[in-house]
Nanobody, 116 residues
Framework: VQLQASGGGLVQAGGSLRLSCTAS????????IGWFRQAPGKERELLVG??????DVATSVKGRFTISRDSAKNTVYLQMNNLKPEDTAVYYC????????????WGQGTQVTVSS
């Protein structure tokens, strides 16, 4: 099983990025998808995939971040709009089985840097 995250980069405040997470060895529809981020010196933050499942978006990014899926490509996306410098972090995708609290598989992370 492998999750490959991509799409990070450098963007100015107010800009947008779309992160991708492609899976091999599993089918996303059989899992709850999560997106996390971790900024230097800070704890990892769950953005998507909380108790409400794959469509559960954290309050901190709700209205700016949206998720989507392309089942044919077995890829999920995190569309990030109106980015702010405080969104700078390494972003990770992960999956957990239904009924499980822990995420079982993780992508390698992709760096997002938002300049002011």
């Amino acid at each position: 099983v492998q999750l490959q995250a991509s799409g990070g980069g450098l963007v100015q405040a107010g800009g947008s990025l779309r992160l991708s997470c492609t899976a091999s060895g599993l089918t996303f529809s059989n899992y709850i998808i999560g997106w996390f981020r971790q900024a230097p010196g800070k704890e990892r933050e769950l953005l998507v995939g909380g108790s409400g499942g794959s469509t559960d978006v954290a309050t901190s990014v709700k209205g700016r971040f949206t998720i989507s899926r392309d089942s044919a490509k077995n890829t999920v996306y995190l569309q990030m709009n109106n980015l702010k410098p405080e969104d700078t972090a390494v972003y990770y995708c992960a999956v957990r089985g239904f009924g499980r609290n822990e995420f079982d598989y993780w992508g390698q992370g992709t760096q997002v840097t938002v300049s002011s």
